[in-house]
């Protein structure tokens, strides 16, 4: 469809060339001055079907004014006034969400912002449809066109145009609750309520931590563990090389939850420990600076109940601030290991799950070989990806879709401003793009599919989005937050050419877990 409107926008260039070879200067003029808006609307890459429908009005209305059909058709301009409009609103309200002067898609949550969308939406497309009127108005006082056709058209044109604004907003509101009502329905779980007199799935919840200074948070995650409306069969708490910390939990730990011990391999590794120990069917993992909601375990269950040949199951991570989030914008929430802008909100496969919030079927992952230590995080070392690697083999070994989102079970992951910096930023995007070099010598051009929309989205969407609106509004974050994400792509993408001249064998890694 983009390209069909793109015909059509040439068409109207070689019409307004075409009238002034006839010596047909008014027309000419105005296939520009429709052309105008056609190109804005390319320029802001408004939804494509909006576009071409919205360019195909004004390219009659072009025509019909060149070759004097309006003058044959006497409801021809009125209708145009009606009709352009009204595709013009769902356009407009793109550029305006864009910008931050209209509630977002996302952002728009009750009857309140729907109807600011709207109102602002048609009172955008209104003053646009004015300024038209004021063009002709002026075309025919400078120039000698007869656009305006006197003051009864002019007056009959901008009723026209209320009528369309009104509906466009109308439509543009209506939309906004459509989708509002959609996306709580993709976060309700897709299975029927439990049955209670039925069996479910035994459930072990893994738990690693390594330092003393998120110990309070990982207090407060084990009594979250405890407080919900499904409790795990098994809790374990692998704490990774820190025998102080170890020491100390022990000390709290309440009896039911069993204390392991891993010898400083990194994450990956300790996740492999607690594996090894679990002996129920699901397991699941959650970081040690993570709270989960209530309903969160069950709506992990839902899904394994619901899905017999589902391996794994990741859930939603929303960051809880512990300090200023500063500069950093919703696309980079992956950095603190967030559901960042981009990534899938509703229930459906995915390649992998984010590793704060994952569970899988214990019998399937020990058949996986469990994780990778090679990519996971261990100390200061540039590693990473290690449940990106894990989604990408259980595709290999099983097929795709054997795992799968469940955005209502939620964990809250704290996020102290220690972790927002310009250096912290910097590292982790070298160690993204060192680890995504090496899972596409191993998985091949296809395992980074979703990085290269990924990025498209940041340069051509997200980074403008931001810059735009942070000149707009004065607002200094924003721009830094579009800094920000040109930062990341320029450090992931030197880190992954870097990583293209080390040698290195392409093969599968092999990880610890104990079958």
């Known amino acids: ?17 075409a009238f002034l070879a006839a010596g047909d200067g008014s027309a000419a003029l105005k296939s520009v001055l429709v052309l105008t808006p056609a190109l804005c609307a390319r320029a802001a890459r408004a939804p494509a079907g909006f576009d071409l429908a919205f360019t195909a009005a004004l390219a009659v209305e ?55 969308a709207g109102l602002v939406t048609a009172m955008a497309v209104l003053a646009l449809g004015t300024l038209w009127e004021l063009v002709e108005w002026a075309s025919d006082s400078a120039l000698g066109t007869d656009y305006s056709q006197g003051y009864l058209d002019t007056l009959t044109d901008l009723l026209a145009d209320t009528i369309a604004a009104t509906l466009g907003g109308l439509l543009v509101a209506a939309w906004l609750r459509a989708r509002l009502r959609r996306g709580v329905a993709a976060e309700r779980p897709e299975s029927p309520p439990h049955d209670p007199t039925s069996r479910r799935l035994s459930a072990a919840v893994v738990v690693c931590a390594a330092t003393r200074e998120r110990e309070p948070v990982l207090r407060a995650c084990i009594r979250s563990l405890g407080e919900g409306t499904q409790t795990p069969d098994e809790i ?15 000390g709290w730990l309440p009896g039911t939850v069993r204390l392991l011990r891993s010898d400083g391999g990194g994450i ?12 129920s069917e699901i397991v699941a993992f959650v970081d040690d600076d993570a709270l989960v909601d209530r309903e969160w375990l069950s709506r992990m269950l839902d899904q394994f109940e619901l899905h017999d040949d589902l391996v794994g199951v990741g859930g939603a991570v929303e960051p809880y601030w512990d300090g200023d ?18 990534h899938r ?12 919030n994952m569970a899988f079927r214990r019998r399937e992952l020990v058949d996986a070989g469990g994780f990778a230590p090679d990519f996971g995080k261990r100390g200061g070392a540039l590693t990473t990806c290690d449940e ?7 595709e290999r070994l099983f097929g795709p879709g054997r795992i799968r989102s469940a955005p209502a079970a939620r964990v809250r992951h704290v996020i102290p401003g220690s972790r927002i910096g310009w250096k912290q930023l910097t590292l982790r995007c070298v160690s993204e793009g060192l680890a995504k070099r090496r899972l596409r010598r191993i998985y091949g051009d296809g395992a980074l599919s979703a990085e290269r929309t990924y990025a498209r989205r940041l340069v051509t969407h997200a980074a403008p989005r931001l810059f735009l609106l942070g000149v707009a509004r004065g607002d200094r974050r924003s721009v830094l937050g579009a800094g920000a994400i040109l930062l990341s ?21 092999r990880a610890a877990a104990a079958r």
């Open 268 to 279: 990956s590794a300790s996740r492999n420990i607690g594996l090894s120990a679990a002996r």
């Open 489 to 509: 792509l320029a450090v992931t993408a030197g880190a992954y050419a870097a990583g293209s001249l080390v040698a290195e064998q392409p093969r599968p890694p």
């Open 345 to 356: 909100r509703d229930s459906g496969p995915i390649r992998n799950p984010i590793g704060c």
């Open 62 to 116: 072009a025509i019909g004014t060149g070759t004097g059909a309006y003058q044959w058709i006497g409801w021809g301009d009125s209708t145009s006034h009606l009709v352009i409009p009204f595709l013009c609103a769902p356009i407009a309200y793109h550029l305006l969400s864009r910008v931050g002067a209209a509630p977002s898609p996302d952002g728009a949550r009750d009857g309140r912002a729907f109807a600011a």
């Open 388 to 394: 990106t690697e894990l989604g990408l083999r259980i």
């Open 236 to 250: 374990l708490v692998v704490i990774d090389g820190n025998p102080a910390l170890e020491a100390s939990v022990a």
């Open 1 to 17: 469809m983009r390209a069909l409107a793109d015909t059509l926008r040439i068409l109207l260039l070689v019409a307004a060339v």
């Open 325 to 342: 989030r500063r500069w950093l914008p919703d696309e980079l929430l992956w950095v603190v290991g967030c559901t960042y802008a981009g």
